[in-house]
């Protein structure tokens, strides 16, 4: 949307606000983006220095680091930049929505992509010339342009116990298909005793709460597996009424299939707490999540990590066809440059942020950010971060066009069918697949 209809939707905002309030209607279920930006964020926006620019964050857990990140740019070029963390329950979005109303808006500030870029859209700055974009394949790319600069990288792929593995005489690099993925599995199967595993493979797929990991995240690597970021082959047919590709569908259904068969018969009641412990603790081989557990690991399970013997820790690929040779990438966030505001300051301090010899270090070690670009050399003190960086640097990232499907399908559909099919509710591949095809035709439908 453009900037004076933005303003607009802000103005019937505040007015349906009112009249929700004058209704009775509880105090929290007005719309936060009437808010002034002081009221929503707690305190005033930071002031910027002439000549400088500000941030805005979403991410209090990284603020240090960011205002370190600061200090250090300002230290290399003069210039200052502020740094506004927003968190503890704070509605960012709102608040930044607040700072446009009030003609207070950073110079850059966070957005979740596709998400938030239509109540953006003719207010951020085109990126596509800087010099990061040629050195990252996780720049948010729409309608021509490149509109988000990416701070880190999430992976899905199939994460593994290296020494488990090693233990077992399996090398994850020759698992490169389904008969190899089928071979390891039951070869770690015969030898669990004497490995201490519970089961081959952590695949949860309870559906009340964990219906995102199946239903968007498992599903996501039909869509993407294998394939260029850009390729959107599989989610447009997708996206028509709900299609599946029956050639391709087949092998990545018999890979379900695989799963169900080996995976701990727990994972259909199971929590996400559950299957990430499981793995921290040796007692899955492999575990259906993504990079995202490594926090985990080295935190809220550091003590049941440290007792498995703090393996190494990979990912291979979801190779549901022979030859799949990547994992799935995305930014969890991006980014934004206004477009009215300090714009060749703010791209240059980018610019800056993007470079190994500038902020990628402390990007790394002080915020734990597995970066996204392919000439980076400093790693985040994460289990997942060293596979990441091979993989993005030689090129072998997919996309995760899972993100484009029908809102709340993943919640709705598609994770009860996956929940349904782990506990035996179909005989096969086959019905598991015609099933799941008709439940998302149904979605799409409605």
Not at 31 to 55: H, K, N, Q, V, Y
Not at 249 to 255: F, G, H, I, V, Y
Not at 304 to 321: D, L
Request: charged share 20%; with cysteine; net charge negative.
């Amino acid at each position: 949307m453009k900037k004076k209809n933005l303003a607009i939707v802000l103005a019937a905002a505040t007015a349906l606000s009112v009249l929700l309030s004058g209704c009775g209607e509880a105090a929290g279920t007005a719309p936060a983006e009437s808010a002034p930006a002081a009221e929503a964020s707690g305190e005033a926006p930071a002031a910027t220095p002439e000549g400088g620019i500000r941030l805005v964050n979403n991410k209090v857990e990284v603020d240090n680091g960011l205002k370190k990140l600061a200090a250090k740019y300002e230290e290399e070029t003069g210039v200052p930049v502020v740094i506004e963390s927003l968190g503890g329950g704070i509605d960012t979005q709102a608040t930044l929505k607040g700072y446009y109303q009030a003609g207070d808006m950073p110079d850059i500030f966070v957005f979740e992509g596709d998400i938030h870029y239509p109540t953006w859209e003719g207010l951020l700055a085109d990126l596509s010339g800087e010099p990061w974009v040629d050195d990252t394949e996780a720049e948010y790319v729409r309608d021509g342009g490149v509109y988000g600069f990416p701070t880190t990288t999430e992976a899905i792929g199939l994460a593994y116990n290296a020494d488990i593995l090693s233990k077992a005489g399996i090398d994850p690099k020759s698992i490169t298909g389904p008969e190899s993925m089928k071979a390891a599995f039951e070869k770690l199967d015969s030898m669990k005793d004497e490995l201490g595993l519970t089961s081959v493979l952590g695949y949860y797929t309870e559906s009340s709460q964990l219906w995102w990991s199946p239903g968007q995240h498992i599903f996501g690597t039909y869509f993407d597996e294998g394939l260029a970021r850009d390729d959107t082959t599989y989610i447009d047919l997708f996206s028509d009424g709900g299609k599946l590709d029956e050639e391709r569908a087949k092998p990545w259904a018999e890979m379900v299939t695989l799963f169900n068969q080996y995976t701990d018969p727990k994972g259909v009641s199971g929590t996400y707490d559950d299957q990430v412990l499981g793995f921290a603790s040796g007692k899955y081989a492999f575990v259906t999540q993504g990079s995202w557990i490594g926090a985990s690991l080295t935190d809220q399970y550091a003590s049941e990590y440290e007792a498995a013997g703090k393996f190494e820790i990979g990912m291979i690929p979801y190779a549901f066809i022979e030859g799949q040779d990547t994992i799935l990438t995305n930014s969890p966030n991006w980014w934004g440059v206004y477009k009215d505001g300090n714009v060749e300051a703010a791209k240059a301090f980018l610019a800056w942020c993007a470079s190994n010899d500038g902020g990628q270090e402390i990007l790394a070690t002080d915020c734990g950010f597995i970066s996204p670009y392919a000439s980076n050399t400093h790693a985040a003190d994460d289990p997942f971060a060293k596979t990441i960086a091979d993989y993005t640097a030689a090129g072998k990232t997919s996309s995760w066009h899972w993100l484009s499907m029908k809102e709340g399908i993943g919640q709705n559909a598609t994770g009860v069918v996956f929940q349904d099919y782990a506990m035996g509710s179909f005989p096969d591949a086959d019905t598991f697949l015609k099933t799941l095809e008709q439940v998302c035709e149904n979605y799409y439908a409605n």
